[in-house]
């Protein structure tokens, strides 16, 4: 193996004709550059200087050796400079996978921020629900994934291998429409709305929905299930049903012609941020992970 070390040296040698000028030239003995030099032959398996008393030249190989060094070297040097300006935050990319209600709440804060701290960080966002989020972040399609998990449900171990930052626990409430006989009343206990039709929402959410009703001892009429949160406060809002929404996926849209109602017995879900245990290292990521800490704290 060729080492950058060894090449520089072959490189000052070349340049100077000797290897006490080389020496001179990168601050270290003449012996020091001869070991290096015959370190490389050996690495190359072929001599790349020829002797003649004081004289030296270089033989075809050294002379190919050396065409390479210079645009090897300044590669390197390249890497070495885009590498520093990503650990030191002067560059760098993130890409944020995040389901719907945290890309409208918790990540346009988070990312304003970092921005301002770190503005040669650039990030990208892509929206999906879990479990597709964590299957992208699993595949190295990226590099932060938003999630969520309800309180007491199956699988708590499905995110064994990643590293779990925990962001926030949201509630979930009641959506009636503003002229339901519920709708003025501080909480509403689940089985009073056994006989409605209902909306539903994601298939993570719809199939918590199920569960939960099942739990007070009914399965909910669902007439409508969409995955669009407007959607799902807009059939509320005209009367077609009543919903279950995250309370953060409420406050992210305007419910009009709906009111949002206390649930008992409580149901609540688990917000976190989701990354490979390699990824936490790099400096950016980190840095996005805090900022959506800090979000997660204000919201």
């Not at 015959?38 to 030249?57: C, D, F, H, I, Y």
């Not at 590099?143 to 995110?159: K, N, P, Q, S, V």
């Not at 199920?210 to 995955?227: K, Y």
Request: include cysteine; charged fraction near 20%.
């Amino acid at each position: 193996m060729i080492e950058a070390r060894h090449l520089r040296v072959l490189r000052a040698v070349a340049t100077t004709g000797s290897f006490s000028a080389a020496g001179r030239e990168l601050g270290c003995t003449q012996p020091a550059v001869s070991q290096q030099m015959k370190a490389l032959e050996t690495s190359v398996g072929t001599p790349l200087l020829v002797r003649n008393g004081r004289e030296m030249r270089l033989t075809q190989a050294g002379e190919a050796l050396v065409r390479h060094a210079s645009g090897i070297l300044a590669g390197l040097t390249a890497a070495e400079e885009e590498v520093a300006a990503i650990a030191g935050l002067r560059a760098g990319r993130v890409r944020l996978v995040s389901f719907p209600s945290g890309s409208s709440t918790l990540v346009p804060t988070a990312l304003a921020a970092l921005r301002a701290a770190h503005p040669g960080t650039r990030v990208s966002l892509e929206e999906a629900e879990p479990p597709k989020s964590v299957e992208l972040l699993r595949a190295g399609d990226c590099d932060i994934a938003l999630a969520f998990r309800y309180e007491g449900a199956a699988g708590a171990e499905e995110w064994d291998d990643l590293v779990v930052r925990p962001l926030l626990t949201d509630r979930l409430v009641g959506l009636l429409p503003e002229r339901h006989r519920l709708a003025r009343a501080e909480s509403v206990a689940l089985g009073e709305l056994a006989d409605e039709p209902w909306i539903a929402g994601c298939p993570r959410c719809r199939g918590q929905l199920v569960q939960a009703c099942e739990n007070v001892g009914f399965t909910p009429r669902i007439d409508f299930a969409t995955d669009d949160y407007p959607a799902v406060v807009g059939l509320v809002g005209a009367g077609l049903g009543v919903a279950v929404l995250p309370q953060l996926a409420v406050e992210s849209v305007r419910p009009r012609g709906a009111r949002t109602v206390a649930l008992e017995p409580a149901v609540v879900r688990e917000m976190v941020a989701l990354t490979l245990p390699d990824l936490a290292q790099v400096p950016a990521v980190a840095a996005t992970l805090e900022q959506l800490r800090r979000a997660a704290r204000r919201a």
